[in-house]
């Protein structure tokens, strides 16, 4: 297998797991929020936290790395429109993920308290959910942009 295959490989696989990751996160989150549990809520979000840091916050460095390498190794021109698109998309699902996280890990601990208080989810709870929702939608619509643009390489013209 030639680096670049082996690059383009590592890169799929790494974008792979932060949409797969991603989606998957917010799937359970939601459904865990929808049943009202403080003691569900804070396992799915205790479990949410973990695979984000393990799998969602390795893909995020592995994947300006590999692309990087991708762009040196294909001899691609690094001011390509797709290229710097694909870069500012990729800045902006940053933007929306790293407040989510300390959100998730925030959530957490509120559920893990009203379990132990035995009292419902305080309002910081409701609050940091809708928040938390909201930023889903502009990372996820990032991600899949990024996407498209790695699969069709249109032709960008940025000045």
């Keep these: 297998m ?3 295959l082996l690059l383009k490989y ?3 696989i790494g974008a792979t797991v932060l949409l797969g990751t991603g989606a ?3 799937f359970f989150m939601l459904m865990a929020h929808r049943g009202g549990e403080p003691s569900v809520i804070a396992g799915v979000a205790r479990i949410v936290v973990i695979a984000d840091f393990l799998f969602t ?3 995020v460095i592995a994947q300006p790395v590999t692309g990087l390498l991708l762009v040196r190794a294909a001899g691609y021109d690094w001011t390509d429109g797709w290229i710097l698109a694909s870069i500012a998309l990729y800045l902006v699902t940053g933007a929306f993920w790293l407040p989510v996280v300390w959100m998730q890990a925030r959530m957490h601990r509120l559920a893990r308290q009203a379990v132990a208080r035995g009292t419902p989810l305080p ?14 939608f502009p990372a996820f619509a990032a991600v899949l942009a990024i996407f498209w643009l790695m699969i069709a390489r249109p032709e960008i013209a940025l000045w």
């Design 10 to 12: 590592l890169h799929v």
């Design 2 to 4: 030639t680096t670049y």
């Design 24 to 26: 998957g996160i917010a």
């Design 123 to 136: 309002s910081e709870y409701h609050r940091l959910f809708r928040w938390w929702f909201a930023f889903g």
């Design 57 to 59: 916050a390795t893909a």
